[in-house]
């Protein structure tokens, strides 16, 4: 099943003006059959091993000051730029 995570960057911004215990999940994890709204979401395999969590940081974030980011301890490969535009799914959609 296709699982699409979203990350609403309307919620991040409208976070950064509140409390930490008044704020609303960030991260939208969709499929074909429901919406699911979190703070974290963990990617995991077929064996239902963590390969990967999506991280919303609000009042902790990388030194970089992104709030939300993607852990890995997996082999990640860069797509270059190029390639991504002429790539067919590259339009955001449900």
């Known amino acids: 099943m296709k699982t699409i995570i ?3 960057q309307h919620k991040i911004r409208a976070n950064n003006k509140r409390s930490l215990h008044d704020l609303e999940p960030v991260l939208t994890v ?3 059959k429901s919406n699911n709204y ?3 979401a963990i990617i995991k ?3 239902g091993n963590e390969v990967a969590r999506v991280v919303y940081s609000p009042h902790k974030p990388l030194s970089c000051g992104a709030r939300v ?3 890995t301890r997996n082999e990640v ?3 270059d730029e190029l390639k991504a ?3 067919p799914n590259n339009a955001c959609r449900t």
């Open 6 to 8: 979203h990350v609403n």
């Open 30 to 32: 969709k499929t074909y």
């Open 38 to 40: 979190g703070y974290e």
């Open 45 to 47: 395999d077929d064996n």
């Open 69 to 71: 980011w993607i852990e």
């Open 77 to 79: 490969e860069v797509v």
């Open 85 to 87: 535009k002429m790539a």
